[in-house]
Every structure is written in C-alpha cells, then in structure tokens.
C-alpha cells in the first residue's frame, strides 16, 4: 500500500452513528432499572450501537491481534531482558503458554499472531502467509508478515525507513480486515517485543509534547542505570528530530524514527477497526500509544476504542489523558502482550447481554411512573 492509497483509506473512515445511538441509549432507559444504574455497561452498549449501526450486538468472537517485533535500541542496555525473549514468546503464544494465552484460551478468544521483525527465523512450520484461511482457525501458526529483522537502533539512526512504516501500518490494516472476513465481532490488540516501551516512550513524548521524565516507567524492571540512560535516549531524539512542541507533526515520521514495527502495526490495526466498522480494545501502555498515533492520524478512529485497563507503566496515564477514555478495569496489569483485552471482552459481552434480553419495564409489568422524580436527578 503507498501512502497515498493509506490516506485514501483513512479518509474513508466515518463517525459512529448518532442515531442508532439515540434510540439504544433510549431502550437502556427503558429497561426495568433506575435510568444510568448500570453505569458503563449502558455506555459500552451504546457505543457498541454506534459503530455496528444496530442497536442488538454480540461480542462473542472475540480475536486478539498480537504484533511481535525487535526493535535495536536494546543495544543500548535499556531493557532487563534479552533479545531473544521476543522470539521465545512469538512461538509460545502459538501454545497458548503466555500471559494472554492462558486467558484467551480460558475466556475462549482466538489469537493471531504476526512477525514483522523477529530478530531470527521462525520455525518454518509455525509460519503462514494466510491469516484467515489458517491462523485464525488454528492458532498455532505465526502469520509470516516480516519486513526485517529488528528495527535500527534509534538512538544512532532513524528506527526505520518512512517506507517500512508504511507497510508496517499497512499491515495492521490488513489483519483488521481479515478479522472482519472471518466474522469477529471484537478483537484487542496486543504486541510482543522486547525494547517496545522504550520505543512507545518515545513517540509519547513526540506526541504529546513531554518530556522522558513523564512518559518513561522501568517497562520490565530495569536497573537504576538502565532507566537513566532510556529517558536520556528520548529526551536527545525528540530534540534530535524537533519533535517538540511541532504543530501538525507528522505521525508517519514520528514512527519511522522512533517507534517499532510492532508498534507501527498496532497503529494500523487500530485504524483498521474504524475502517471496518469493529469494536476494539486497547491492551496497556504499548497498545494506548498505538491508538493513541491512530487517533493522531485519523481522530475518528478513537470512537471505536474502548480501554481494557489502568496500566502501571508510568506513560500509560499521559496517553490515557490525551485520548480521554476511561477505562473499564484497575487490576495493576503491567504485562502488555494483549493480556488485559480477554478480560475486557466479558464486559463488552455483559454489555451486550443487558441490550439484549433484560426486560423493558413494560415487559416485566412495572409501573415506571415513580422514575420521574428518579430522572430529575443528576447523579
């Protein structure tokens, strides 16, 4: 895909539609409850409405897109853990060994996992070029969507060529799409790849305008020294690049020199879910900066974004706060990897189930006359 045809697409995406969500936030007052009572669910419900055109959903196949790359600013000494834990993950989601394997498969959600820069090569076995014909259905392949192995190390050199970022976006599109095609209803979106905080710091910072010292957490436990030399990183790019209090700053270029393949995927991916009309969860401080980019390139596109959970990375709030979007739980999650979303499409499905089947106080035979009062209230 060429940038051109990437904004054509983007220019495609419309809002959620208001009516529909008018006459769903109407039949959630109608329901034999005090109006508002069930908080977020109402709203989940709604917004769900909005983006689907139908005020009736179901969240019932649900999908967690997992992006996995390498990013060469680990030359650095800025992540407690090595390079080839990436690699060693990509293939045990395949297993359903992981932190969000072992929940997917408890709460019966598929995973699609893609390479696009695994610093090594993959069991040919384990990998695909067709993600709905195969990895969707089985989910012990790996979609083969590689651009290269690592991102170049960003402190030295842009991470990657603007053209890369391009496809890399490209391709979460892509996987947005086919999991349309194969008749998900949500999907979340989550990434594997060691550096990847430091990466999404970065691009925070270039974002919002913050310096490392806000936007910069220990990701997965480093070192008093680690930690100093990751917000020294970011704090010499953005200046390198006059990210900086830019106006109309170009995200695409943003990712190119500081961001990740996976983190450029996610992007797409959270594009995707505008493009294509689906409800989409945002995992933790990886996945928020990704949608936070999505949102940078195409503000529509945060309609269709709904929060899993508070994460415990430091920058996550920052990002929180720029998207303003509340979100559903406050478990102290800090893994990433998409852990957070399997939790969250059981609200969405409660959400759904409430629209669906509880009674209107008409059905039920209630006499909804002592609501008047109930209504004038601002709770």
Not at 102 to 128: C, I, M, R, W
Request: proline share 3%; glycine share 8%.
């Amino acid at each position: 895909m060429s940038e051109k045809e990437l904004f054509e697409l983007i220019s495609t995406i419309k809002d959620l539609d208001r009516g529909v969500m008018e006459e769903a936030r109407k039949r959630e007052d109608s329901l034999a409850k005090p109006p508002g009572s069930l908080g977020k669910l109402e709203d989940i419900a709604v917004q769900f409405a909005g983006i689907s055109g139908k005020i009736h959903n179901l969240a019932d196949k649900s999908c967690i897109v997992i992006m996995c790359s390498d990013n060469g600013v680990v030359e650095e000494g800025v992540s407690s853990a090595p390079q080839f834990v990436t690699l060693a993950q990509t293939i045990n989601f395949t297993r359903r060994l992981t932190g969000v394997g072992t929940l997917a498969k408890y709460f019966d959600s598929d995973l699609l996992v893609v390479d696009l820069g695994v610093n090594a090569d993959l069991p040919k076995e384990l990998l695909t070029d067709q993600p709905l014909e195969e990895a969707l259905r089985v989910t012990d392949k790996i979609v083969d969507r590689k651009i290269r192995k690592s991102t170049s190390n960003l402190a030295k050199e842009p991470a990657m060529t603007r053209d890369e970022a391009i496809t890399a976006i490209s391709i979460g599109i892509e996987m947005a799409g086919e999991i349309k095609k194969a008749g998900y209803t949500i999907y979340g979106i989550g990434e594997m790849g060691i550096g990847n905080t430091t990466t999404s710091s970065a691009i925070l910072s270039a974002l919002t305008g913050l310096t490392a010292a806000e936007t910069v957490g220990k990701g997965g436990g480093i070192t008093d020294e680690s930690f100093a030399r990751k917000k020294e990183i970011i704090d010499e790019v953005i200046e390198r690049y006059h990210f900086c209090g830019q106006e109309n700053l170009d995200v695409i270029d943003v990712i190119a020199k500081v961001g990740g393949f996976d983190l450029a995927a996610m992007t797409g991916a959270f594009l995707g879910a505008a493009i294509y009309r689906l409800p989409v969860v945002i995992d933790g401080f990886i996945s928020i900066v990704a949608a936070l980019a999505a949102a940078k390139l195409a503000p529509l596109s945060k309609e269709f974004m709904i929060a899993s959970h508070v994460s415990k990375e430091q920058g996550y709030g920052c990002a929180l706060k720029a998207l303003e979007l509340l979100p559903m739980l406050n478990l102290d999650l800090r893994l990433g990897e998409g852990s957070g979303c399997p939790l969250a499409f059981q609200i969405v499905r409660g959400a759904c189930a409430v629209m669906n089947h509880m009674a209107t106080f008409a059905e039920a035979e209630i006499n909804d006359d002592y609501l008047e009062e109930i209504r004038k209230l601002d709770f």
